[in-house]
């Protein structure tokens, strides 16, 4: 994961977190309650500004599907939809790692 969707990411945690009174379920409320990001453009900058492109995103979500499921599930039909998924999967990836989740 790239430093600074790390940081980004932890940020929104910190900030999911004051609205909370624990931090129970806080990967649900910061990244699967609501789309991370809105809009397909919005999407596309958003994959621009971490110097991702969507080949690389699709295998990274892809590759979580598969560890996690154990098949492909998921189309992914535009960065929206990308995007979100990436963020659902790193979003868990940080929680674990701070033992949120």
């Known amino acids: 994961m790239l430093q600074s969707i790390k940081t980004e990411l932890t940020e929104h ?8 009174d624990s931090s129970e379920e806080i990967h649900f409320h910061a ?3 609501d789309y991370y990001i809105i809009g ?3 999407a596309e900058q958003w994959l621009k500004k971490h ?9 990274i979500c892809q590759e979580f599907e598969l560890e996690h499921f ?3 599930q998921t189309t992914y039909e535009n960065a929206e939809i990308l995007v979100n998924h990436l963020v659902y999967w790193y979003g868990l990836e940080i929680c674990n790692e ?4």
């Open 98 to 101: 701070l033992e949120l989740s």
């Open 70 to 72: 154990g098949e492909l």
């Open 40 to 42: 397909y453009y919005q």
């Open 51 to 59: 110097d991702l492109n969507v080949f690389e995103a699709v295998g």
């Open 13 to 20: 945690l910190n900030d999911t977190l004051k609205y909370l």
């Open 31 to 33: 990244f699967n309650e």
